[in-house]
């Protein structure tokens, strides 16, 4: 629980930019949160292109410690922290798109932006580990159910790879709800896995997940864009895609082809190793009833 003095210090925080915060708190911070106050004075920039994991590891800290140190310093998290900074530098971007020069014209900012997709997917197939990926893949071929979780945008990317999955002939769900796919990782087995996705790997929600379907004796695979993140840590199995473009962008609007495309490859794994016996054609039958 706050103290008084600590109150008073996030009110007035509001207004004080998050340099400025850090140089005033410094001296009263403790031990560990002081190491992590020294590495963001000294190097805010290369915070900007970090995961909590990666900033407290340069801090000899534990990334709990970190977020102590952004919620002392009036943030919800790292995330605000992270913002705070970029808009700090003038550098503040919400939407995960190319930089672009004002006036740029619409045929020039499609080629960019496509371009750019094409070079974050490069960089995801490079820092894929193929290992994890195929035992991934082995997981959900022997799985006699897989639950697909996210929040915010990667929620959709959960939809959308449960209907896949799903007419592989998989028994697979995705909850948008997030009570619901609380209730629904509760309810899993040894013989199930649940897919979670977050492009942070800081979701609080979405690493709960991984934790209660451990707990249920699932196996966990997290689709994240960060090696040293919250849910890196807790699954099974990580695959990581690496993020080299705008990371202080909000999580909210981070590109998602990359894990999108990653989904695609895991469903394509799957059905290649599929026997055609197993295939469930009855995924057409459904489809054809929905065209003209």
Same mark, same amino acid.
């Given at each position: 629980m706050r103290t008084q003095t600590e109150t008073q210090f996030q009110h007035r925080a509001e207004s004080i930019a998050p340099l400025a915060r850090l140089l005033s708190a410094r001296a009263t911070l403790p031990a560990? $949160?002081?190491?992590?106050?020294?590495?963001?004075?000294?190097?805010? $920039? *290369?915070?900007? =292109?970090?995961?909590? #994991?990666?900033?407290? &590891?340069? *801090? #000899?800290?534990?990334?709990?410690?970190?977020?102590?140190?952004?919620?002392?310093?009036? =943030?919800? #998290?790292?995330?605000?922290?992270?913002?705070?900074?970029?808009?700090?530098?003038?550098?503040?971007?919400?939407f995960g798109h190319p930089d672009e020069d004002a006036g740029a014209s619409s045929s020039s900012v499609l080629e960019r932006a496509v371009l750019a997709d094409a070079r974050a997917l490069a960089g995801a197939l490079s820092a894929i580990d193929r290992a994890r990926f195929d035992e991934a893949t082995a997981a959900l071929l022997s799985a006699e159910e897989v639950l697909l979780g996210g929040v915010g945008t990667s929620a959709a990317l959960a939809d959308l790879a449960a209907i896949r999955f799903m007419a592989l002939g998989i028994r697979a769900i995705a909850f948008s709800d997030v009570l619901g796919q609380h209730m629904a990782t509760g309810l899993l087995s040894e013989k199930s896995v649940a897919l979670l996705l977050s492009h942070t790997g800081s979701s609080k929600d979405t690493?709960?997940?991984?934790?209660?379907? @451990? @707990?249920? #004796?699932?196996?966990?695979?997290?689709?994240? +864009?960060? *090696?040293? +993140?919250?849910?890196?840590?807790?699954?099974? %199995? &990580?695959?990581?895609?690496?993020? @080299?473009?705008?990371? $202080? +962008?909000?999580?909210? =609007?981070?590109?998602?082809?990359?894990?999108? @495309? %990653?989904?695609?490859?895991?469903?394509?794994?799957?059905?290649?190793?599929?026997?055609p016996t197993r295939l469930d054609h009855r995924s057409g039958a459904v489809l054809a009833k929905h065209q003209y």
């Open positions: 560990a $949160e002081a190491r992590v106050a020294e590495t963001l004075l000294a190097e805010p $920039e *290369a915070t900007r =292109f970090e995961s909590v #994991g990666e900033l407290g &590891a340069r *801090a #000899g800290a534990s990334p709990a410690t970190v977020v102590r140190l952004c919620q002392r310093l009036g =943030f919800d #998290g790292f995330l605000g922290l992270k913002l705070a900074l970029a808009e700090e530098a003038g550098a503040a971007r919400q690493v709960e997940f991984a934790r209660t379907a @451990s @707990s249920s #004796g699932a196996t966990t695979i997290g689709v994240t +864009s960060f *090696a040293r +993140s919250p849910l890196a840590a807790v699954v099974d %199995v &990580a695959l990581v895609t690496g993020d @080299s473009r705008n990371p $202080e +962008s909000l999580a909210l =609007f981070a590109n998602r082809v990359v894990h999108a @495309s %990653v989904l695609g490859a895991l469903h394509a794994a799957v059905a290649a190793a599929l026997p």
